[in-house]
């Protein structure tokens, strides 16, 4: 069964800073990873997604993720932070084979950008 | 487009009524889902649907019945309503490419509260 570990509840990071979002995933398959972020009072919406082809990711507003098997990571990164990046990201993982596969989330990494 | 729909995106219900929270995606896509997401938690799955007529349960399946008699929508159904219901509830469709599913796409969410 796939699985995903996001280290950090919170991430405090100043404006113009490198922002480092971790995540580990557990999988017995060569899976899908995503990335999705959450404003306030809204719904998730995809930042990125790996699915087995380049390992850096590049997604919107900014950010990429690297896929490294040797590590299971595909921790999240963005060179300069803006304020309008304080949100909840959320790590998914879902099996990249046929049929139903499930999206199984981490727990979210709230983060703070502060001016 | 409007992608997914859900309404209400409130509701107060007491302890021991009934409601039922409808999805609508106008993406023609085959895959739907019902997520809880409880603060530490991330989002867990309640039930979902590979095609109009079918559901499965998910991860949280207790005190939940859904139904999808169109392609379009997905209703999710609390029949006695209690505390530990008290949640965000959250909506997806999602995609093939290929034989593969990808990313899902959320609706804005229902926060529902159970007193």
């Known amino acids: 069964a796939q699985s995903v570990t996001q280290l950090g509840s919170h991430v405090s990071v100043s404006e113009g800073a490198l922002v480092l979002l971790r995540c580990n995933y557990s999988?017995?398959?060569?899976?899908?990873l995503f990335w999705y972020v959450q404003y306030p009072n809204q719904g998730l919406q995809l930042l990125l997604k790996y699915t087995s082809a380049a390992t850096l990711v590049k997604g919107i507003n900014g950010f990429e993720a690297e896929f490294k098997k040797s590590e299971t990571s595909f921790h999240l990164t963005k060179p300069s932070a803006h304020m309008s990046d304080a949100a909840e990201y959320f790590c998914?993982?879902?099996?990249?084979?046929?049929?139903?596969?499930?999206?199984?989330f981490g727990t979210g990494t709230r983060l703070l950008v502060s001016p | 487009n409007a992608g997914v729909t859900q309404t209400p995106k409130f509701r107060v219900l007491k302890t021991g009524q009934s409601m039922t929270l409808l999805c609508a995606q106008d993406?023609?896509?085959?895959?739907m889902y019902w997520y809880r997401q409880d603060p530490g938690m991330g989002l867990r799955l309640i039930h979902y649907s590979v095609g109009e007529g079918t559901t499965a349960k998910g991860e949280v399946p207790d005190g939940y019945n859904v139904s999808r008699l169109k392609k379009q929508n997905f209703l999710l159904g609390l029949e006695s309503a209690a505390p530990s219901q008290t949640s965000v509830y959250f909506c997806?469709?999602?995609?093939?490419?290929?034989?593969?599913?990808?990313?899902?796409?959320f609706g804005q969410g229902t926060r529902l509260t159970v007193v």
């Open positions: 998914a993982v879902s099996r990249g084979s046929t049929g139903f596969q499930k999206l199984v």
């Open positions: 993406m023609n896509h085959e895959y």
């Open positions: 999988s017995s398959v060569p899976p899908y």
């Open positions: 997806a469709s999602s995609y093939f490419h290929g034989r593969v599913m990808t990313e899902a796409f």
